[in-house]
């Protein structure tokens, strides 16, 4: 059983910066692959960056070169730094974590809301 918890959402202004955190409970964290997703209001999730048990990155293409995903396996923390904030980055992110194992159940935060104001 794996247990995610969101932090560091809230109000930004174009162009500012937030840093997102997910602390994961469980076994075995160091393999799994983590997640951020977001969910705009009226539209359905979409993975924002994620980053495999090596450090294998990817990113959605509205987010390349503004946010960057990063991991501590010790600690169990998956990261999210966002900068050049778009209004567009609006929405409730939210932390996902998975086995690489077809089958494997993927787990979910409650997630954190981000608002950025033009």
């Given at each position: 059983?794996?247990?995610?918890?969101?932090?560091?959402?809230?109000?930004?202004?174009?162009?500012?910066?937030?840093?997102?955190?997910?602390?994961?409970?469980?076994?075995?964290?160091?393999?799994y692959?983590?997640?951020?997703?977001?969910?705009a209001?009226?539209?359905?999730?979409?993975?924002?960056?994620?980053?495999?048990?090596g450090?294998?990155?990817?990113?959605?293409?509205s987010?390349?070169?503004?946010?960057?995903?990063?991991?501590d396996?010790?600690?169990?923390?998956?990261?999210l730094?966002?900068?050049?904030?778009?209004?567009?980055d609006?929405?409730?992110?939210?932390?996902?974590?998975?086995?690489?194992?077809?089958g494997?159940?993927?787990?979910w935060?409650?997630?954190?809301?981000?608002?950025?104001?033009?």
């Amino acid at each position: 059983q794996v247990q995610l918890v969101e932090s560091g959402g809230g109000l930004a202004q174009t162009g500012g910066s937030l840093r997102l955190s997910c602390a994961a409970s469980g076994s075995f964290f160091s393999s799994y692959n983590m997640g951020w997703y977001r969910q705009a209001p009226g539209k359905q999730r979409e993975l924002v960056a994620s980053i495999t048990g090596g450090g294998t990155t990817n990113y959605a293409d509205s987010v390349k070169d503004r946010f960057t995903i990063s991991r501590d396996n010790a600690k169990k923390m998956v990261y999210l730094q966002m900068n050049s904030l778009k209004p567009e980055d609006t929405g409730v992110y939210y932390c996902n974590s998975k086995r690489p194992i077809p089958g494997s159940m993927s787990y979910w935060g409650k997630g954190t809301p981000v608002t950025v104001s033009s």
